[in-house]
């Protein structure tokens, strides 16, 4: 119980952090998904269930923010989640460089799901430009190791 509690406080703190930057911190319409950096975060440190668990309810929370389709960030986050614990078996994601790199690609990789999910359902692709997509997908990347450096606190592996 006292662990579900740290996860649960740890989810409001994401969605009220990630509601804020999104809404309070944009330079040229580019803010930081702190969101999707904390869910692939939890799936570098955690066991699966709990990968999939909080990265589904990050992505309905982005689903409730303002989707065009709904569930489909909770589909990309699950994937990425899976993503990232095929990828730790086999990568160190201890060192800031890997983080930077993982964080980065994976935030690329759940935009581009995104907007390809939006294609096959909707008629549209939902991603916007993708010099955006890209700097944001960095900026992801480059905020990483200061989001990640506190999730071995909720780590349920030890």
Do not use: W
């Given at each position: 119980m006292k662990k579900f509690i740290k996860f649960f406080a740890l989810y409001l703190v994401t969605v009220i952090t990630g509601w804020w930057v999104s809404s309070y911190?944009?330079?040229?319409?580019?803010?930081?998904d702190i969101i999707i950096i904390v869910a692939i975060g939890?799936?570098?440190f955690n066991k699966e269930i709990t990968s999939f668990m909080f990265a589904f309810f990050c992505g309905l929370f982005l689903d409730f923010m303002g989707?065009?389709?709904?569930?489909?960030?909770?589909?990309?986050?699950l994937f990425a989640a899976r993503m990232v614990m095929v990828l730790r078996e086999k990568i160190d994601f201890?060192?800031?460089?890997?983080?930077?790199l993982l964080v980065s690609a994976m935030s690329f990789f759940i935009k581009i799901s995104y907007g390809l999910l939006g294609l096959v359902f909707t008629g549209?692709?939902?991603?916007?430009?993708?010099?955006?997509?890209l700097i944001v997908s960095v900026i992801n990347g480059l905020i990483a190791p200061l989001v990640i450096a506190i999730?071995?606190?909720?780590?349920?592996?030890k």
């Open positions: 911190v944009s330079f040229y319409n580019i803010t930081p939890i799936s570098i989707s065009y389709l709904f569930g489909a960030y909770a589909l990309c986050l201890h060192s800031v460089f890997t983080q930077v549209e692709i939902l991603f916007g430009e993708l010099k955006y997509l999730m071995p606190i909720f780590s349920r592996d």
